[in-house]
């Protein structure tokens, strides 16, 4: 049982992310197919830990695939527009948050959960649009990629103390799968400092990033002893990567690292208030 | 006169013979009931738990047992394995979800005498949005008129309600369970 824990979370996400790797070499970091297959190996390995979704979805667990999915077609489709993408997946999920709460809508105890996920909904669509704007991806390529290893890794560890473990696997998997990825960008970082560094495109940050929203939005409703306030700070790191793309004095191979402790920063406050 | 009064007389015995005869109804006691549930713990021991929150109503016909009904209703988050932490994990949505489906019912559909004082109750029980038949074998144990008593045993594959973590986590692949009740009226 433990082995395949270890398989499911870690190994086959890690192969992923050399599986993306690779296809990113051969089509390219801007090519939608890139984007696409990244999507669909975020929902691989979701289905792999929590199973296939019943057709109509039963419980929320089932309805995420279902906004994920959603998620990848409206990027791919205002790939074009991207601001416009921003809007349509803001409203996506704010959409997804009703649906997915929609017996708890009324509950006053929830309150404070609504809130604090829409406060997330907000931080991580303003990263978005500020990534998109100053196309942070081809001015730093490390950024925002490790600002959602960051937050991947925060939503699984503040998963597994508000008593969810099935979604802190999940979060952890998807850590292991950006983790992967960067890790390979970084020894090729290493080796050949002066290339060029664009890990993901613009289109498959917000595929990557709006589909850990949604994971983190079940997490928020549903996870039993979960701190609303603690995953609404979270949503802080993606404040952090506009501070990590000033490091452009910074030497190259030592950037990513440094990027990774700024990230870490809202991440680590946001673990410590959800142990409280 | 006499006619009319022959009429009523009449009306009046068919009236208290049905009653006589009919079934009757009973509330689950929640202080003297407790659901309980069994599951392989990989193999090392077998897990225990029980519901504390049970409530329901129970239609019992002593001389027809198949005119009989009974509805249960558990509070998915009343779950208690005498580990607090375990029991908040098995209120997520990886166990019960408790959260998104707070109940979990029973509701009989057919109840088939097997014995002098067992039977086979066939009934659906929803849980986590799905509701699949199960059986039970009950035992009547007494009655005074005023409370019954009985008890339950039954099996599950958690799975099929779509808890595939019991699975998962290296638990089960079945759930047995036993249900002590009382009833009043």
């Known amino acids: 049982m433990f082995a395949e824990i270890i398989l499911n979370t870690l190994f086959v996400p890690l192969i992923f992310g050399v599986v993306l790797y690779s296809v990113t070499i051969v089509l390219g970091v801007e090519n939608l197919l890139t984007a696409l297959i990244a999507g669909l190996l975020i929902i691989a390995i979701y289905i792999m830990l929590e199973g296939a979704p019943s057709l109509p979805p039963v419980s929320s667990r089932h309805k995420v695939v279902f906004i994920i999915s959603g998620i990848i077609a409206t990027t791919l489709l205002f790939s074009r527009w991207k601001q416009v993408g921003n809007g349509v997946n803001f409203l996506l999920l704010l959409a997804g948050l009703v649906w997915l709460g929609w017996n708890r809508l009324f509950d006053v105890s929830m309150l404070p959960r609504f809130l604090a996920l829409t406060v997330l909904i907000l931080l991580a669509t303003g990263a978005s649009v500020y990534s998109a704007r100053t196309q942070l991806p081809k001015k730093d390529g490390f950024v925002l990629p490790i600002t959602l290893l960051c937050m991947t890794i925060g939503g699984s560890i503040i998963s597994l103390l508000g008593a969810y473990i099935g979604f802190s696997q999940a979060l952890g998997a998807i850590a292991a799968f950006i983790g992967s990825y960067i890790l390979i960008a970084f020894i090729v970082l290493i080796r050949q400092p002066e290339k060029p560094q664009i890990l993901f495109s613009q289109t498959t940050l917000q595929i990557i990033s709006m589909s850990v929203v949604t994971l983190l939005l079940v997490v928020g409703l549903f996870a039993p002893d979960v701190n609303p306030i603690a995953l609404a700070m979270l949503g802080l790191t993606f404040i952090a990567s506009h501070f990590s793309s000033r490091l452009s004095n910074v030497n190259k191979r030592l950037r990513p690292i440094l990027i990774g402790l700024i990230a870490a920063i809202p991440t680590a406050a946001s673990i410590a208030v959800a142990a409280l | ?185």
């Open chain 2, 1 to 185: 006169m006499n006619s009319h009064i022959k009429l009523i007389a009449a009306f009046a015995a068919i009236t208290f013979s049905s009653a006589a005869f009919a079934a009757d109804s009973y509330k689950i006691d929640p202080i003297h009931t407790w659901v309980n549930f069994t599951v392989s713990h990989g193999g090392w021991a077998a897990a225990t738990g029980q519901f504390r929150t049970v409530s329901g109503s129970i239609l019992f016909d002593e001389d027809e047992v198949t005119k009989s009904s009974v509805q249960v209703e558990i509070d998915a988050s009343s779950v208690d394995t005498n580990n607090g932490a375990r029991d908040k994990h098995l209120s997520s949505p990886d166990f019960f979800n408790a959260a998104e489906f707070p109940k979990i019912t029973f509701e009989s559909t057919s109840i088939m005498k097997t014995g002098d004082n067992t039977g086979e109750i066939v009934g659906n029980l929803s849980m986590l949005g799905v509701s699949k038949p199960i059986t039970l074998i009950a035992t009547f144990n007494k009655s005074d008129g005023n409370k019954v008593g009985f008890s339950a045993v039954g099996e599950l594959i958690p799975a099929d309600f779509g808890m595939a973590k019991v699975a998962g986590f290296g638990m089960g692949p079945n759930v047995k369970f036993t249900i002590e009740l009382e009833a009043k009226k």
